[in-house]
Every structure is written in C-alpha cells, then in structure tokens.
C-alpha cells in the first residue's frame, strides 16, 4: 500500500510538471480514497483565467465525478502546497476526511505563494476584515429561497 509521502511526492511531481510543461503555477494534488487515488489536478489558472481554478478543486470535481456524488467521504487530499481557505472550505463542505500537504505557507512566503494573509483575514469578526461584508437582510415578503428547496427535499 502507498504511503502518505508517496502521494506526496505524486502531488509535487504533478506541480512540477505544470510548472515545466504547461507554464502553470506549482501546485498538484490528489483525491485518494481507499489507499487508490481517484482523481488529480494542477494549478490552471493561467491556462483557463478561472481564479477557482486551483488544484485542489479540479481534483474535488474530477473525484465527486469518479463516485457520482458532490460527497467525498473516506477521501484524503495530498497537495503539493499548503491549500488555501477556499480550498480548505471545499474540503470541509464535500467531507475529505483528511488533508496532507507538503510545502507550507512559510515555504511559499518567498516567492508571493502564500495565503497566510487571508487566513488571517478570515480570523478576524466580519465588521473588521478588509473586505465589506455585511448580512443586509432582504426578503421577508418573498418566498425563501431555503424553505423551497426543504419541500423538494424532505
């Protein structure tokens, strides 16, 4: 059976082939479910302009496509590189029960490849990040959107 550092090695040779092959930025990464790995992906920013399009989701879609389900229960995710909050947050929603990666947010400090400031954002109350987010109730005489989709799914 493949160890943890093997499919992290698998991640950092998919980053470095972005990297080389494809002018990508360097970070690969693996859904692996029952010691198999179902699903990859690299970085395709540059290649698609999608600002989503981070390795870590490509692999969540390609492995929710893989088993027919949005659910990645029993998943582990191997990144090359420390996954940023959105990432994180997919892995959360979808049910990865497990994330390894190889490079932290320190490793990528040196070269702009870092989220660090953006956890750190995200840890502050709402009315003191950067960003203006603000819950601006809105709808009280409209039919809620939530209770219309609990009828079709009881």
Not at 8 to 36: C, M, S, T
Not at 70 to 97: E, F, I
Not at 122 to 132: S, T
């Amino acid at each position: 059976m493949a160890t943890e550092e093997h499919f992290l090695r698998q991640a950092i040779d998919l980053a470095l082939a972005n990297v080389r092959d494809h002018d990508g930025r360097p970070f690969g990464a693996l859904v692996v479910k029952d010691g198999e790995v179902i699903a990859t992906g690299v970085n395709e920013i540059g290649a698609t302009g999608d600002p989503t399009a981070h390795a870590e989701l490509s692999a969540i879609r390609k492995a929710a496509q893989v088993l027919g389900a949005p659910r990645l229960d029993g998943c582990v995710v191997y990144a090359s590189g420390q996954p940023c909050p959105m990432c994180l947050s997919a892995m959360y929603l979808t049910g990865v029960s497990a994330v390894r990666f190889a490079y932290s947010n320190e490793d990528g400090e040196p070269f702009g490849l870092s989220t660090a400031t953006v956890y750190a954002e995200l840890a502050k109350p709402l009315e003191d990040q950067a960003l203006d987010v603000r819950h601006q109730p809105v709808g009280a005489d409209q039919e809620s959107p939530y209770a219309a989709w609990r009828l079709l799914r009881p």
